[in-house]
């Protein structure tokens, strides 16, 4: 995997994956302040976000659950003091399915935690990572 990340101006960049996705990225220089883009530790959270929802879809479609939509809300704690890594992050998962099995939700958010979220297992390095869900059910609609 390969990526590249150049300065533009200011407090700006452009990151450059290794399949030609660009982003713009930075952080205001003063508190509060626009910013040009997400900071580079929100994109390291949502890519964790990403990382999980990807396979809580994937394991439920496997198993044959009627999943419509998948959505995490991530919720996370910094250090105060420099590297300030993430020292707890919270996911809140929201699924819609119809007649979708809450067993087969929580296992596949477990499986996820456990086994398959590299970005996950990284940080869980020095982070608490705690996890919560609700499942809607579509076929009520």
């Not at 508190?31 to 929100?42: C, D, H, K, Q, Y």
């Not at 390291?44 to 939509?69: H, N, P, S, Y």
């Not at 970005?119 to 982070?127: C, D, G, K, R, Y």
Request: hydrophobic share 40%; glycine share 8%; proline share 5%.
């Amino acid at each position: 995997m390969k990526a590249r990340v150049k300065w533009v101006e200011d407090r700006t960049f452009v990151g450059e994956s290794g399949t030609g996705h660009k982003l713009v990225l930075g952080t205001s220089p003063s508190p509060g302040g626009p910013t040009p883009g997400p900071s580079p530790m929100e994109l390291v959270l949502i890519g964790t976000g990403g990382c999980t929802a990807f396979d809580v879809v994937q394991i439920l479609q496997k198993g044959r659950e009627a999943v419509e939509d998948c959505v995490v809300e991530l919720d996370a704690e910094r250090a105060e003091t420099e590297p300030k890594v993430f020292t707890r992050i919270h996911m809140h998962f929201v699924v819609k399915g119809r007649n979708l099995t809450i067993a087969k939700v929580e296992r596949a958010i477990q499986l996820s935690a456990d086994k398959y979220c590299s970005a996950s297992a990284m940080l869980a390095q020095t982070a608490v990572i705690t996890h919560d869900f609700e499942v809607v059910d579509t076929a009520a609609s």
